[in-house]
């Protein structure tokens, strides 16, 4: 029992940084109709300038963070004013592919910067643990959780209560009508891509923190956060929180339970299992449990 | 009567003037298009003579990417359905080719056909998605198409070896006629120049194929889904038929190329078929052209050589390191970094690629002196 305790801890926690990214993910996508496989950039850039911040330039951890997200935020805002901005309105392929591009050159740009090898951004948190009902619960974990549900209780507040983030959502819902109220569709798509590249510096930090450190394949949990983007439904921040916990809980459960159950699976089956899953909820909701459908006219 | 005829000599004349449907279905128009055609094969055939063994084995996956490619273009470029999957029909045609001609020794036309049809399958297997699911949408389920697909590669050990890979005996020869071991009047070829002519004759051919797939019936079918699919469905174009065979004959084509390339490199492993290859794939069609079939092979060229061109110039760039690990630019990072620029640069300022550089410089001339 106090096992399945821990794994659901480990699946929470894991499922939040999912959370975070996949908000990055809705936040652009809801303002501007682009998936951006970018986000894994953006994650990988946060936990290298954290890095820079924190171990090279000695700043404290609570300094350091916050300016890594204004930097990457800042980044965010270039990579929409330079390149984004002129695909507008061009077929879903060249602006996934686009996207793309803009990975593999942040990829390369950070591996001149800093190197193939791991690299550590701090450890605020420790190996400690602590013990509730006779489970060991990591105290990393639960800051992990704290972290994540801090951040998207900020982001709601900032949709549902100020200016800014009503006319984000106006943006979103009929770009003509808020147009015609006088909010400018090029300062929303800019903004969007800034949250996601703040959001996307939090959920770096929260990847890196501690003994796993940074090294380029960070990038990859934005791919492993793509099933949890679908299954909540591409443009829907509730539902990007409720498929990152559930596909952190999956993963996290499958390679605790089923794996041993089931050798003949092989290793690595916990990581496919989010995709199958996704597969499986797509046939049955094609644009997932919180996804508006999409009007379609001849 | 065309309006260049008094300026141009006969030869160069474009003999007919599109008045009619039919006359924009024709592949080769004029007679400088046959002539160029003509001649683009000659060079074709006498290019592994003159390059050298390196520039072949180069040539060689180049035109097997071109059939991938081409495949590729078929669907996501005329049918207008997105697949970052391709990598995984590519993986499936490999591993059948191990399968069919190594452990089954199969004879050659068979085991390249039954590969091809097996991905096909698969292919057709895989097309319902695209009935039920849209653009985005589709798009993340051929991403996972690929990492299920890498998983299965690595875990089906008896059949791919698991992560080390398995060693392909695959042989291009029919009856006495072996690929690896020709000879053209009296001189012995290479095996790297056997493959050569043996790829590009199916690229041709595939080529063609597809070409003729896109002028006829199913090829305006799939168009009008590509432009929109609800209206395609109004006026009588079958989504099921349709989409589902595109994703079979796009995926029959990955597979060919895969068991092509299997039976060329004698090895296959997991890490052959990963998402950068689907990735790489899509750049090729959008860099050589959407839409085009001719595209598709530019494209394919363009890709597999550019890196070994910076290879072979990246000595002598001063700032380029030979050893990886530390950070500086290296030879890899430089590739992978010209890579993306390369997909942003032609995304932003040349969308419909390569081919239309092509086709702005034929316009020129047919229309000049009147061109601007």
Redesign the interface.
């Known amino acids: 029992m106090s096992d399945f305790f821990q794994f659901l801890v480990a699946g929470i926690s894991l499922g939040s940084v999912y959370a975070l990214i996949c908000l990055g993910f809705v936040v652009i996508y809801r303002a501007t109709g682009v998936i951006n496989f970018a986000q894994g950039g953006l994650v990988v850039v946060g936990a290298y300038l954290t890095h820079q911040l924190v171990m090279r330039w000695s700043l404290p951890f609570v300094i350091g963070v916050p300016l890594a997200m204004i930097g990457v935020a800042a980044f965010g805002l270039l990579l929409e004013r330079f390149v984004l901005r002129r695909m507008v309105g061009q077929p879903v392929f060249a602006i996934i592919l686009i996207t793309l591009g803009v990975l593999f050159v942040l990829e390369q740009i950070c591996s001149v910067l800093w190197g193939y090898d791991v690299l550590m951004i701090g450890d605020p948190w420790g190996v400690r643990t602590v013990n509730v009902g006779g489970a060991a619960i990591r105290i990393a974990d639960l800051w992990t959780i704290g972290a994540a549900l801090s951040t998207l209780g900020v982001f709601f507040a900032l949709f549902r209560r100020t200016t800014l983030g009503i006319a984000m959502r106006a943006g979103a819902s009929d770009p003509e009508a808020a147009l015609a109220h006088g909010i400018s569709p090029r300062a929303i798509h800019g903004v969007a891509w800034a949250i996601a590249g703040a959001v996307a510096t939090i959920a770096g930090v929260l990847v890196a923190a501690g003994p796993k450190g940074v090294d380029l394949t960070v990038s990859a949990v934005a791919f492993r956060a793509f099933p949890a983007m679908i299954l909540g439904g591409l443009d829907s921040a509730e539902g990007a929180v409720a498929g990152g916990i559930i596909i952190g809980l999956v993963e996290v459960f499958t390679a605790a339970y089923l794996a041993p159950a089931a050798p003949w699976l092989g290793a690595n089956f916990h990581v496919v299992m989010p995709y199958a899953l996704m597969i499986a909820v797509l046939m049955v909701r094609p644009y997932g449990l919180f996804g508006t459908e999409e009007v379609r006219r001849v | 009567m065309s309006y260049p005829a008094r300026i141009l000599p006969s030869f160069f004349r474009n003999t007919r003037l599109t008045t009619e449907y039919r006359h924009d279905l024709v592949l080769w128009r004029s007679r400088p298009a046959q002539a160029g055609a003509l001649l683009v094969v000659v060079a074709f055939a006498i290019a592994p003579f003159v390059v050298g063994t390196y520039w072949t084995t180069v040539l060689v996956y180049a035109g097997i990417a071109a059939i991938g490619a081409i495949g590729l273009n078929l669907l996501?470029g005329y049918t207008?359905q997105?697949s970052l999957g391709h990598a995984f029909f590519l993986g499936a045609g490999a591993y059948a080719a191990s399968v069919f001609a190594g452990r089954w020794g199969w004879p050659f036309p068979f085991w390249l056909i039954a590969a091809a049809a097996l991905g096909g399958l698969i292919g057709g297997v895989v097309g319902p998605?695209a009935l039920?699911?849209?653009?985005?949408?589709l798009?993340?389920?051929t991403?996972?198409l690929v990492?299920?697909g890498?998983?299965v590669f690595?875990?089906w050990d008896s059949v791919t070896g698991g992560l080390t890979g398995v060693a392909v005996r695959a042989p291009v020869a029919l009856g006495t006629l072996d690929v690896g071991s020709l000879s053209l009047l009296g001189r012995r070829l290479s095996r790297t120049q056997g493959y050569y002519l043996f790829v590009w004759t199916a690229v041709l051919v595939l080529g063609l194929a597809a070409k003729n797939v896109t002028r006829s019936r199913p090829g305006r079918a799939i168009q009008a889904i590509r432009d929109?699919d609800?209206?395609a469905e109004?006026i009588g174009v079958s989504l099921v038929q349709y989409k589902v065979g595109a994703f079979a004959v796009s995926s029959g084509y990955a597979a060919c190329a895969g068991a092509i390339y299997a039976s060329f490199a004698r090895y296959v492993s997991p890490l052959d078929f990963t998402?950068f290859l689907s990735?790489q794939y899509?750049?090729m069609i959008?860099v050589g052209g959407?839409g085009s079939i001719l595209g598709s092979i530019l494209g394919a060229l363009f890709l597999t050589a550019l890196p070994r061109l910076v290879e072979s110039l990246a000595g002598r760039l001063p700032f380029v390191s030979q050893s990886?690990?530390?950070?500086?630019?290296t030879v890899f990072?430089?590739n992978?970094?010209i890579?993306?620029?390369?997909?942003?640069a032609f995304?932003?300022f040349e969308?419909w690629g390569m081919v239309e550089i092509w086709r702005r410089i034929k316009r020129y001339f047919l229309a000049w002196p009147f061109s601007y």
């Open positions: 996501t207008g997105v998605f039920r699911l849209r653009g985005n949408y798009v993340i389920v991403l996972g990492f299920i890498q998983y690595e875990n929109r609800l209206a109004v998402l990735i899509v750049a959008v959407v990886g690990g530390d950070a500086g630019i990072t430089l992978q970094a890579f993306g620029l390369l997909i942003i995304l932003l969308p």
